[in-house]
């Protein structure tokens, strides 16, 4: 059981450049979430999936696009990269069974954009 | 909307000291609480949840009590240790839980030998 995977672990994009992050779970989770990680500014939600074929936005969805075509994977596309998306990203999931809702994260992915 | 404020650091602190962090939400509805743990170059990892009011949560020496009349969640530990030092984050359910997690934005704590 790898819980909650993400690919790369670090990148450096130049800007205009597009990416997509990758994100899988196998706990069978039917909530999947991307978030953001800035200095001094916890994290904030980008976008989030409560199954396969629907997604929404969260706090910070500008220049991110994302799909859910199963239930295990949820990747986060940059379609063109700024100096401003610079920051760490997380990937959790959740299961809908249940009250509480916890969420399980990845190691996350360092990205740098020049 | 929802939001959580917390101490910010970095709270420094000598080994075997009484730690507490402050936690308190705003919040519509009965959202779960929680604290997560982020050790340096890690991931989060949850610490401890509370589901309702009167709720303690506890691990690792840690505990929070979820206070609905303060809309508070206060994580203590009665002697932290070197291991402790991390930046802890609290946080709350957003609606029922399918759309993520609101946190507030971390406290660093360094525990000094």
């Known amino acids: 059981n790898a819980g909650v995977t993400q690919t790369p672990k670090f990148q450096v994009l130049k800007t205009g450049q597009s990416m997509t992050l990758q994100c899988a779970q196998d706990?069978?989770?039917?909530?999947m979430s991307w978030y953001r990680q800035d200095p001094g500014m916890g994290l904030r939600l980008i976008h989030y999936?409560?199954?396969?074929?629907?997604?929404d936005q969260g706090e910070v969805p500008n220049g991110y696009n994302v799909s859910r075509s199963t239930t295990e994977d949820f990747p986060l596309r940059l379609l063109s990269a700024a100096p401003s998306q610079t920051s760490v990203y997380f990937c959790?999931?959740?299961?809908?069974?249940?009250?509480?809702?916890?969420?399980?994260f990845g190691p996350g992915t360092r990205l740098t954009v020049t | 909307g929802n939001s959580v404020t917390q101490m910010e650091g970095p709270v420094t602190l000598s080994e075997e000291a009484f730690l507490t962090i402050n936690c308190t939400y705003t919040?519509?509805?009965?959202?779960?609480l929680f604290w997560y743990v982020q050790y340096p170059g890690e991931g989060l990892q949850l610490l401890l949840k509370?589901?309702?009011?009167?709720d303690k949560g506890s691990n690792k020496g840690f505990e929070a009590t979820y206070r609905k009349e303060t809309t508070s969640f206060h994580l203590e530990k009665g002697s932290v240790q070197v291991s402790d030092s991390a930046v802890y984050f609290c946080?709350?359910?957003?609606?029922?839980?399918?759309?993520?997690?609101?946190f507030g934005k971390g406290t660093h704590l360094i525990i000094q030998p």
């Open positions: 959790a999931s959740s299961s809908a069974a249940g009250t509480s809702y916890e969420q399980y």
């Open positions: 706990m069978n989770h039917e909530y």
């Open positions: 999936s409560v199954g396969a074929g629907i997604t």
């Open positions: 919040a519509t509805g009965y959202p779960s």
């Open positions: 509370a589901t309702k009011a009167d």
């Open positions: 946080a709350l359910s957003r609606g029922g839980g399918a759309d993520g997690l609101t």
